[in-house]
């Protein structure tokens, strides 16, 4: 009768939040503090009279260092308690932990370089280990498990370094034998997802969600482990109209500065079988630069990709060092070089398909939102290599996003970029609008009305500073909108508004019907 959770306490203004584990009362609403002390909690798995999780605290984020902790459930006078708590693994980033018995438990550690999934009974090497990582482990947000335990073994959900799928049943004892491929299952039903996420064992079935399929939305399936069928709830695959217009995504690997690290990202050529090329020319070039900066690309279904493709631009979803997905040195990378790999790394991707004859080096644009559209404000100021941008609801001021953001992240650049104030001098030579009078290239911004994450001024006065500059820019601002658009509406304008903005720094004729889309009194 007791719901066992993260509470996030706010009560106390001026202070910053608190978070704790704690047990509520589902009859009375009575709530009681299980465990306190840490910044942060998360990965919460109870059996029979015992409790698991994971915390963390500043400046840490869940993929740096989090502590594997379990305890004693006490219940007296229907008061529950956590009683004698004991770490049992730090050093790593240990996320997603689960009882299998009283005995025993699995978890996710990167102590390796990978998350693989470790077991308590057996802590010298991972239980099953392999160079991929179970779903979206990273941290951002509760839940998403990668991996989940069914009765006849462990249903492991993975996305390795080539974006190949893979769901496997695997035995609980010797997790090198593969029961059922149930990937494969999937795959017989005409579906091709990278990755598996949300993996949810409950009687005879295991459900999930399947991302990263370029030809399919996110989608909800569920596999029966007795009569292998499978069953998809939200059928939204791309109508057989359009599939001839899809451009699916290509594994890239280039080289970066650092002549031992390589860095990745996801190809997507231009796509229209209703117009054929001269031969003449080649595409335009759109490099999108994910958020986080600790996020990812993926391989999903993104209309706006298409979008792109299908007007005759090449599309590169970039990986740089410092995403997740490639492993911890990978993803550590980045560590005190923000602003710098992420730009480098941009650069370095966009000359790798120059020098393969893949696109157009003298139409290059770069866009990305959060922390791309970070990136793509500080390229068009420190650099003169890409010949457009477009920022959504990015960051022109490290600054102000160190002092004004929300708690998870009110530490976070402490590792990216350097510790406050001690390295205030490194935040102002990153910062975009502390060098505002060196943006000469164009470069376009949309914004949420209602961002606190990065508020309208963070774009705002680098606008006001590409007006100054006699630079062609725009600025449009969506009420209501807030960290990352929700309305279909704005979505679309968006996208119309985008590539009208590169048609006239590029130079090229737009289809009627783009030009009907698009709303001209935005850009002026």
Request: one cysteine or more; a negative charge.
């Amino acid at each position: 009768d007791k719901i066992i959770c993260v509470r996030e306490d706010h009560r106390v203004e001026g202070k910053e939040c608190t978070n704790t584990i704690v047990a509520i009362d589902l009859l009375t609403g009575d709530q009681n503090v299980l465990v306190e002390g840490a910044d942060f909690y998360k990965s919460i798995d109870t059996f029979e009279n015992q409790i698991i999780f994971t915390s963390w605290n500043h400046p840490n984020m869940p993929w740096d260092d989090t502590q594997l902790s379990i305890g004693e459930l006490v219940l007296k006078d229907n008061v529950a308690s956590a009683k004698n708590v004991k770490i049992m693994s730090t050093g790593a980033s240990h996320l997603q932990s689960r009882f299998i018995n009283k005995d025993q438990y699995l978890y996710l550690s990167d102590i390796t370089d990978f998350w693989n999934v470790w077991k308590s009974s057996d802590e010298d090497k991972p239980w099953f280990k392999s160079d991929n990582e179970p779903g979206y482990p990273f941290g951002w947000c509760f839940g998403y498990p990668g991996y989940d335990i069914a009765k006849d073994g462990i249903v492991i959900g993975a996305k390795s370094k080539d974006g190949l799928n893979n769901l496997l049943l695997v035995d609980i004892d010797n997790p090198q034998t593969v029961i059922k491929d149930l990937g494969q299952l999937v795959r017989s039903k005409g579906y091709s997802f990278g990755t598996y996420t949300n993996v949810l064992c409950h009687g005879d079935c295991v459900y999930a969600l399947g991302i990263d399929d370029p030809a399919n939305p996110l989608t909800l399936l569920r596999i029966s482990l007795t009569d292998d069928s499978v069953y998809i709830y939200n059928d939204d695959s791309t109508g057989k109209d359009l599939m001839p217009y899809i451009s699916y995504a290509e594994s890239v690997e280039f080289p970066t500065t650092d002549k031992n690290m390589n860095a990745y990202g996801f190809l997507y050529r231009p796509k229209n079988p209703d117009y054929t090329p001269d031969g003449k020319e080649k595409p335009p070039l759109l490099l999108r630069v994910h958020g986080g900066p600790t996020g990812m690309a993926s391989r999903s279904l993104s209309m706006k990709t298409q979008y792109f493709t299908s007007r005759g631009f090449a599309v590169f979803d970039v990986d740089y060092r410092g995403s997740s997905g490639y492993g911890r040195a990978f993803r550590q990378a980045l560590y005190g070089k923000w602003g710098v790999y992420d730009i480098e790394d941009a650069i370095s991707a966009a000359q790798h398909l120059v020098n393969e004859g893949i696109v157009d080096g003298n139409r290059l644009a770069i866009d990305g939102g959060s922390a791309g559209g970070y990136t793509t404000m500080a390229m068009m100021v420190f650099k003169k290599y890409f010949h457009a941008g477009v920022s959504y609801y990015g960051v022109s001021d490290l600054l102000e996003l160190a002092k004004h953001t929300h708690k998870f992240e009110s530490q976070y650049m402490t590792k990216m970029i350097g510790k406050l104030p001690e390295d205030e001098e490194i935040y102002k030579e990153r910062s975009p609008l502390c060098h505002a009078n060196q943006l000469q290239c164009p470069i376009g911004f949309f914004q949420g009305s209602d961002d606190f994450v990065c508020p309208p001024p963070q774009s705002q006065e680098l606008y006001n500073a590409a007006l100054e500059n006699g630079v062609a820019t725009f600025y449009v601002e969506y009420k209501g909108e807030a960290h990352g658009f929700r309305k279909a509406v704005n979505i679309q304008r968006c996208v119309s508004n985008e590539i009208y903005f590169y048609s006239k720094i590029f130079g090229f004729k737009l289809a009627d019907e783009t030009k009907k889309s698009t709303t001209y009194k935005e850009l002026t």
